[in-house]
């Protein structure tokens, strides 16, 4: 009985130090991809006004809607080629070359639609919630046609949605696979020491508003 319930604390440990492993890696992953949108903003406000902006919320270069709204996306459909999650069941299984190609360019369109949907719920939702409980208009699009309350528009939602299919095809694989092949220890001693950094910066922005 004592060798069972030994045996049972550490595999109940292992898988524990598992999912630590994990939400360690992912967490890493979702803020590099808010850098990476952090630094696409940044410099898309460069080209268009000559001026460097102060882009998001935080003080840290980051913007965590477009990481989130990408590991979203991922965690639901997987990437285009890939399809998993709610996609699942249209993976190719054709046998023929029309089943094949149909079943991709479906696959591809309700990829797209989900990455025209998943940012647009994001902007929508953290812009009315910075903007009725914080009195603080991070963006708006009050200036777009085809705008909902400024927070959303028709145009910027297609442009995510063609930058998300874009990125999630050819680029987020290889980032993904960059932090998942590094050292345990070292992923989750980075994603600690990032996420005591993220939380402090929110607080302090918080207490500014």
């Known amino acids: ?91 190719i299984d054709g046998k023929t070359r029309v089943q094949i190609e149909d079943a991709k360019a479906l696959r591809y369109v309700v990829y797209f639609l989900f990455a025209f949907l998943i940012p647009s719920i994001a902007e929508l939702f953290v812009g009315w919630f910075f903007d009725q409980f914080f009195d603080t208009r991070l963006w708006s699009y009050r200036h777009l046609s085809f705008n909902l309350g400024g927070y959303v528009c028709l145009s910027i939602s297609l442009c995510w949605a063609v930058l998300i299919f874009l990125f999630m095809k050819f680029l987020f694989m290889p980032i993904k696979r960059v932090f998942f092949r590094l050292p345990k220890t070292a992923a989750r001693v980075a994603a600690l020491g990032l996420l005591i950094a993220t939380i402090a910066d929110f607080a302090i922005n918080f207490i500014k508003i």
Not at 13 to 28: G, H, M, N, S, T
Not at 35 to 55: N, R, Y
Request: aromatic share 12%; hydrophobic share 45%; glycine share 10%.
């Open 1 to 91: 009985m004592r060798q069972t319930g030994v045996k049972e604390g550490r595999e109940q440990k292992k898988e524990q130090e598992f999912w630590l492993d994990i939400l360690a890696r992912y967490f890493l992953l979702t803020m590099a991809l808010s850098f990476i949108g952090w630094g696409f903003e940044t410099l898309l406000m460069l080209l268009m006004t000559g001026k460097l902006h102060d882009q998001g919320f935080m003080t840290l270069p980051f913007c965590p809607i477009y990481g989130c709204s990408l590991m979203v996306t991922y965690l639901l459909l997987g990437t285009p080629d890939e399809g998993k999650g709610l996609l699942k069941k249209l993976k």
